[in-house]
């Protein structure tokens, strides 16, 4: 197995794995550990090239920074990819020199779920390194983090709520939300429950049909999801569905969803916030799934109670994040940039 450490600026420790008996080619990129170690999922992908897969790894890893350090989980970011095609490649010989490479950053690095990765290829790395989150329950693990994002979106929601509309009481307010799977679909059970009025739509018919026929709610075909007037869009589907085509076209004053990367592009959110728009950035209302896993690093292992408190704290991180796009006059986005900044300069202090 051949490591080689490169240099990144703003980036504490990147690494290009190569082992030729496995097949394994992945990198892993520790941005930052000032708040704690790195944790971030590892995704495995056919990228065209090593510069794409490293592009895409150390732009994640960032990512992850910020969103523990908003979402105050106690920990870094990092993130790690394997290049290539996960439908050819995987077997067990690679997994268990991923979780070598894993190993050999020494617990600077945590691994757990992301992108055509499962619960079994982890448990395969976790053969050879301890520094492995998000295993089944059954295991001492913390499980799926689906319903956990989802109720932290709900938290996010009545949060945002308040600050646009003077109440968290969302009895009544119409919500769009596009996307019903894992997330959106237990998000659009939990916003019925509060007394909300619910839309969906998916590209997947037979799922819409189901979850409306269970729940009552009201749907929508997918084209025309944008055009309903409604208070909150919570998109949970795919990223850049807030984007130069689209902004026209929205008739609500909150977008609060699960979705990874809503903003098309930065500008966006300035964009937003000129037509009144109140938008919960992505990676603070998504938090609630890493910080159901960031409760299994924690001192006393994983305990739901302990994490359900904490994602309750979204609302918490949500109502600074909009205290300082309105003093600063910014848009949310930025704002929670300057907040994760302002929490890992202080960090650094100590
Ligand atoms: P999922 O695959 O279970 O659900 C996505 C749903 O969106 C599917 O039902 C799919 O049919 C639908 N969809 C895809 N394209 C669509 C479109 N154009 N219009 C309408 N529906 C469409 O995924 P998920 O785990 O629920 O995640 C949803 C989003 O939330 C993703 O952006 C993901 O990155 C983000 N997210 C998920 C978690 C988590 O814990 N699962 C955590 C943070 C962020």
Known sequence: MNITEIQVDGYEKVAVCKDQDSGLHAIIAVHDTTLGPALGGMRMLDYASEEEAMTDVLRLSRGMT???AVADTGLGGGKSVIIGDPKKLKSEALFLAMGRFVESFGGKYITAEDMNIGIPDLETVGRETKYVTGLSRESGSSG???PYTAHGCLVGVLATAEAAFGSADITGKHVVVQGVGAVGGALAILLKEQGAKVTICDINAKRVAELAAEHGFDVVEEDEHLDVECDIYAPCARGAGV???TIPRLKCKVIAGCANNVL?????GQVLR???ILYAPDYVINAGGIINVSVEVSEGGYNETEAMRRINNISEAL??????SSEENIPTAEAADKLAERRLAAGKVH
Do not use: C, F, L, T
């Open 319 to 324: 109502r600074q994040v909009y205290a300082i």
């Open 66 to 68: 910020y969103k523990s």
């Open 144 to 146: 799926n983090p689906s």
């Open 274 to 276: 000129e037509k009144g």
């Open 243 to 245: 984007n130069d085509e």
């Open 264 to 268: 098309a592009e930065e500008r966006h």
